[in-house]
């Protein structure tokens, strides 16, 4: 699929993320004024980072906790401690913050930074202005940390007062769910060795079996930048939301994605050139992606933290349409449910998109219980009348399902939704009840 706002994604993981090095080694943003942080941050939810860089706080952070019983005590107490987050696009970096001592004016912050490309430790004073604790860092930037009813802290970093570098929340409880990577067998060999699928694990609280989403991602763009291939997806607000229910989602990544082994060739042109918008050519890499969630399901069977009674499967873009598809073709696959978040195999403006998203969808009717499909407003690859389109060729097919569509946060794409809850989490909430047994 012609998947810009994924693109941007995949490039946030190097490009992007060299682009604001100079400043603090995140990505870059504008806002208006200086906390004025983006809509929907009050929805957001400390995460792990998404890196395998950890921030390290040095070893001589000394945390000493207001005394509750002295005047101001009690209202600075909150701040104390040692804080832990992400707080860049696409939790792309590792974070740690020790507020070490508190006055009534000020505080000693320590603040770590990891990233692929960077790492930032630095300590200094911070001052309270306007209930926020302001640090001015070397780079000639401005950490800002506010404290939130719910006890977690939102983290922004600030360039020239106006320009919002980076923003999170940081927390000093436990995660939702612990992230991990693992290997996934296949039965697929390259030179004489074994070729595995790199899959990111997030696992709630618990030892299990817990009832479990696969979740897949979506295409590269135009599919004509193969560094972007390397880039592993996972989607922080879809884990968040599932961890808190007790639930595992895993996020597999297909043949020649992330750290997989094997050949992207998801449908491209003979020169690879790019994807293909021809459906001789780009419907067979739908077929190559189910052959790889044949492995990962497989795979899932002999796993003792899955349970088996409880599973559904959903994906992002072209990772949606291949679910739905999917979850059709394979009855054997004990899949209760779909999300479909803005899916397509190709984006609706090549040639012969028409020929090649209802096509595919079509496979996905004969599933025998309904899915749910999120579509956004704005969105520059599938617009609402051609995803609704899929959708009555869906049905008429003898498929079940829902069609829900959003209007985005202000400023937002609507091929974003996924990770924008706020929207969605109503919808999903009411079809979990009706999927899912209790």
């Not at 929907?40 to 000394?62: I, K």
């Not at 000020?106 to 309270?128: C, D, I, L, N």
């Not at 390259?190 to 696969?214: C, D, I, S, W």
Request: glycine share 10%; proline share 7%; charged share 20%.
């Amino acid at each position: 699929m012609q998947d810009r706002w994924l693109s941007l994604r995949a490039a946030g993981w190097k490009a992007a993320v060299a682009a604001a090095v100079a400043a603090v080694g995140w990505l870059a943003g504008v806002a208006h004024a200086q906390t004025a942080l983006p809509a929907g941050t009050a929805q957001m939810r400390p995460v792990p980072a998404e890196t395998s860089a950890s921030a390290e706080l040095p070893p001589d952070v000394a945390v000493v906790a207001p005394d509750a019983t002295l005047e101001g005590g009690r209202r600075l107490l909150p701040w104390s401690g040692i804080w832990r987050g992400s707080a860049c696009r696409f939790a792309q970096c590792d974070v740690k913050v020790a507020v070490e001592k508190l006055s009534a004016d000020a505080a000693t912050v320590v603040y770590a930074g990891a990233s692929a490309t960077q790492r930032v430790t630095e300590r200094g004073e911070a001052k309270f202005i306007d209930n926020e604790l302001h640090m001015p860092l070397r780079t000639g930037a401005t950490l800002v940390l506010r404290l939130r009813e719910d006890g977690d802290m939102e983290m922004s970093l600030w360039k020239n007062v106006t320009q919002l570098l980076s923003y999170g929340v940081l927390t000093q409880k436990p995660f939702a769910y612990a992230r991990s990577v693992e290997r996934v067998p296949t039965p697929w060999t390259e030179n004489g060795r074994a070729q595995t699928l790199e899959m990111v694990v997030y696992r709630p609280p618990g030892a299990g079996p817990f009832p479990t989403l696969v979740f897949n991602h979506g295409s590269t763009g135009n599919g004509d930048k193969p560094e972007w291939f390397t880039y592993t997806w996972a989607s922080p607000e879809v884990g968040a939301y599932f961890a808190d229910k007790g639930w595992q989602v895993v996020f597999p990544q297909r043949r020649g994605r992330g750290k997989s082994d094997g050949l992207y060739d998801e449908g491209f042109e003979p020169d690879r050139s790019r994807y293909a918008c021809r459906p001789e050519r780009s419907l067979p890499g739908l077929e190559r992606a189910m052959a790889d969630l044949d492995a990962v399901l497989a795979h899932l069977r002999t796993r003792s933290d899955v349970d088996l009674r409880r599973l559904l499967i959903g994906g992002v873009s072209r990772g949606g349409i291949l679910s739905a598809a999917y979850a059709g073709t394979r009855p054997a696959a004990p899949f209760l449910g779909v999300l479909n978040f803005v899916g397509g195999w190709v984006g609706d403006r090549c040639t012969h998109a028409d020929a090649i998203n209802p096509v595919a969808f079509r496979r996905g009717a004969a599933f025998p219980h309904p899915m749910l499909w999120l579509y956004g407003d704005q969105d520059p690859f599938y617009a609402l009348r051609h995803s609704r389109k899929n959708f009555d060729a869906f049905m008429a097919e003898g498929g079940k399902g829902s069609f829900v569509a959003f209007d985005p946060l202000h400023g937002a794409s609507g091929h974003g939704i996924h990770a924008q809850p706020a929207l969605w989490s109503s919808a999903v909430d009411g079809y979990l009840q009706a999927v899912v047994p209790k």
